[in-house]
């Protein structure tokens, strides 16, 4: 099955039966560092997740595969099928961050692994962690999870550049079949959204609500411009909700119209708003969002913008999930320039980590994690960036990842 690799002959496989993982208490992982300040971070989040790992029973057994620069030079490829055949066998992944040329190059690693091995669910959670500086007033308002579309919209990559043939064949085929015209110097893409990937989406966030004791989820559209595509999204996600919740939700109309504003217990408030309403409203009224679904590109800026709220990429955890299939990386790029510098902050893999903990049901080992983050920090422990701003006692990305160790020993 394997090129390159050979699996560990401890440890056992994760399994999924009957839309349920089966997670043994020493599961295989597959990790790559990626790109940049992978070779920093990883390491340093695998200690973390080794020792909170222990402290609770379990045990990891990794299992290092390959992608980015490091792919290409064992391999002549940056995503060899080694590397996507033993996320699939092995179900659950930890990554580090890998390269995307801008403009040029080959396509983003991060789309092509989403894509090829279904991973259809691009979930962000958001919340403060006490001691890191916010550009709001009441950061510790904010905690929401973000499930962003990963298969189509733009990430469905369709697009012809200006003068290209292709281009200039569609440009006409409009034209001549359907009356609309655009001009000839024009690039083209489309943004396909389907019901079928929004409806397993919008699933996939609801049963998360249910599951988290949330008490809503916004759908988040441009249907007021885009109405068979965003505002289908709207329209589907509503009968997700309608028709396989329903005795688990109430939309937004029924709170106020049969529940007088009044949200009964056990029920979640499904609602949907514009996207660039969205972008206000995560700032100006945090505590009202819980669970949020949106298309991919909506997704892409909303996310961004919502970890800019409590710290920024650097400590954003991220995860991309499938059906019994999830990999699981920070937000952030891979910062070449500071690459083996021991300098980069490893919170946002740390979490993400956390992330994988709480996905495979270690909930408190993910709790754990968290509160011994929260308590470095506030101990002034941190890395560069965090100390330029609010200083403290400025350690390295290892130092960073011990002294989170220390304090797991203590909680």
Request: hydrophobic share 40%.
């Amino acid at each position: 099955m394997y090129q390159k690799l050979k699996p560990p002959q401890e440890g056992n496989k994760i399994e999924y039966r009957d839309g349920k993982l089966i997670v043994p208490d020493d599961p295989i992982i597959p990790f790559f560092k990626g790109d940049g300040i992978g070779i920093d971070v990883v390491p340093a989040a695998i200690k973390v997740l080794d020792k909170t790992a222990e402290i609770t029973g379990k045990n990891i057994v990794w299992f290092e595969i390959y992608a980015g620069e490091e792919a290409t030079k064992l391999y002549g490829n940056p995503l060899p099928e080694d590397t996507l055949n033993a996320i699939r066998e092995f179900r659950v992944a930890l990554k580090g961050p890998l390269t995307t040329p801008v403009g040029g190059g080959y396509r983003s690693l991060n789309v092509t692994i989403r894509q090829v091995l279904d991973l259809y669910a691009n979930v962000r959670p958001i919340y403060y962690i006490r001691g890191i500086p916010s550009p709001i007033k009441e950061p510790e308002k904010v905690n929401f999870v973000i499930f962003r579309e990963s298969t189509e919209d733009v990430y469905a990559g369709i697009e012809w550049q200006k003068g290209s043939r292709e281009a200039l064949r569609f440009i006409e085929l409009l034209e001549r079949e359907f009356g609309v015209k655009i001009r000839r110097d024009s690039g083209i893409g489309v943004k396909p959204i389907s019901e079928f990937a929004t409806k397993r989406l919008v699933r996939m966030a609801i049963r998360y609500a249910i599951e988290n004791n949330r008490k809503s989820v916004t759908l988040v559209h441009k249907g007021n411009i885009m109405k068979f595509t965003e505002g289908a999204f709207r329209d589907w996600g509503y009968e997700v909700a309608r028709e396989e919740f329903g005795d688990k939700c109430i939309t937004e109309d029924e709170l106020i119209t049969k529940y007088n504003g009044k949200q009964p217990e056990g029920k979640i408030v499904v609602k949907d708003r514009i996207a660039d309403n969205m972008f206000q409203q995560i700032i100006l009224r945090s505590e009202e969002y819980d669970v949020i679904a949106l298309p991919n590109l909506n997704g892409d800026y909303l996310s961004d913008a919502a970890a800019a709220l409590v710290g920024g990429l650097g400590i954003a955890p991220g995860s991309d999930i499938g059906d019994g299939i999830a990999v699981f990386e920070p937000v952030h790029g891979s910062a070449p320039k500071y690459a083996g510098q021991n300098k980069a902050n490893p919170v946002a893999e740390i979490l993400s980590g956390a992330l994988m903990f709480e996905y495979l049901g270690w909930r408190e080992a993910s709790k754990m994690i968290k509160k011994a983050i929260e308590l470095t920090i506030q101990q002034g422990f941190v890395t560069y960036d965090l100390h330029r701003q609010i200083g403290g006692k400025l350690v390295g990305t290892k130092e960073f990842a011990e002294k989170v160790i220390s304090n797991l020993e203590t909680i």
